[in-house]
């Protein structure tokens, strides 16, 4: 999807998968390789759920039922695919997410600093270790690095907040080769 200009995203599209290409396999086969799939996916930062920014001074209000996608979803396809104008979906399927994907507002990495000092300095220590998608990443990837983190740390008996890394960094700590680029505390500064 093209990124869009101020103004150039009505539909408050995030992105668009294409399943059929990035899952193959998974239809019967009647219909496998003979339809097209796609996900649009819509809202989060663009709706008004969130607050105003200056890339998206005025945020829209977040649609009171999952039918009201499918409208501005196959709106935002036939624009950037013009192609598919004269294309009817076969099956559309809406669903409302609500609260799935975390946008990380500003301060967030002082937010984590702050609670990963408040567990591991309080009654939670040894006791509370985090990680999902509201913390150090929303893809599937960190999530899963951060839960390998963890477990390895309670293995080897160590009391694991799993906000380690967004911990003031000691003297002794500053090698740059010790934070992914993708996972650095900065990405989310
Ligand atoms: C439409 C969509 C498309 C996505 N596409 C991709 C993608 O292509 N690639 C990618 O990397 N990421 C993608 N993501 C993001 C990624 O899937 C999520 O950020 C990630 O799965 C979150 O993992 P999690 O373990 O933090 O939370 P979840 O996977 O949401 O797991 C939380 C679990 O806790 C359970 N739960 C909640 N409350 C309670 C409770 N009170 N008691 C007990 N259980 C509870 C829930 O039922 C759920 O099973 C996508 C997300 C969405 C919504």
Redesign the pocket.
């Known amino acids: 999807m093209p990124r869009p200009q101020p103004g150039g995203n009505p539909e408050n599209v995030l992105g668009v998968?294409f399943d059929s290409t990035?899952l193959p396999g998974l239809d019967s086969s009647s219909v496998e390789g003979k339809v097209t799939k796609l996900?649009v996916?819509m809202g989060g930062p663009y709706w008004s759920i969130y607050p105003s920014s200056p890339t998206n001074p005025d945020p829209a209000p977040r649609p009171g039922s999952a039918e009201q996608l499918v409208e501005p979803a196959l709106k935002h396809l036939r624009r950037v695919f013009p192609v598919l104008e004269s294309v009817e979906p076969i099956v559309t399927a809406p669903?409302l997410?609500l609260d799935?994907?975390?946008t990380y507002l500003p301060g967030h990495v002082t937010r984590l600093r702050e609670l990963h000092e408040a567990i591991r300095d309080g009654p939670w220590a040894g006791k509370l270790s985090l990680?999902?998608?509201?913390y150090g990443?929303?893809?599937?990837?960190?999530?899963v690095w951060s839960?390998d983190g963890i477990v390895k740390g309670l293995v080897e008996g160590r009391a694991v907040t799993g906000l380690e890394r967004w911990a003031a960094p000691s003297i002794d700590d500053t090698s740059a080769s010790t934070i992914l680029p993708a996972l650095s505390p900065q990405a989310y500064e």
Request: aromatic letters at 0%; a negative charge.
């Open positions: 998968v990035a996900t996916m669903h997410h799935c994907i975390p990680a999902g998608n509201g990443g929303v893809g599937v990837n960190d999530c839960v």
